[in-house]
């Protein structure tokens, strides 16, 4: 989390076993354009690289983030996540 001029920026993971997911990234109108969502996702790479574990970048910004900066020394899963199933009709 990041906070700037009274504006909160966000990154949302959450851990499964080795792997470190990231499934979304938030960044308020009002401070967007200053890099913050991309430091939100270098900071999880660093936890990662830290800690062991397999980036997962689920969130569509911290994929392509990643892909543009391959100096980011983690190990990354592509896979990307399942679709939700088709709701069926009761």
Known sequence: MVEQDG???QLSYQKDG?????AHTEV????GGRGIAGRLVRAAAER???????LVPWCPFARAWLEDHPDVA?????????????SRPD
């Open 74 to 86: 983690v190990t990354i899963d592509w896979t990307p996540p399942a679709a939700p199933a088709p």
């Open 18 to 22: 080795d792997r470190l997911i990231i």
């Open 48 to 54: 990662a690289g830290s800690d062991g574990l397999v």
């Open 28 to 31: 308020p109108k009002e401070i």
């Open 7 to 9: 504006a909160i920026a």
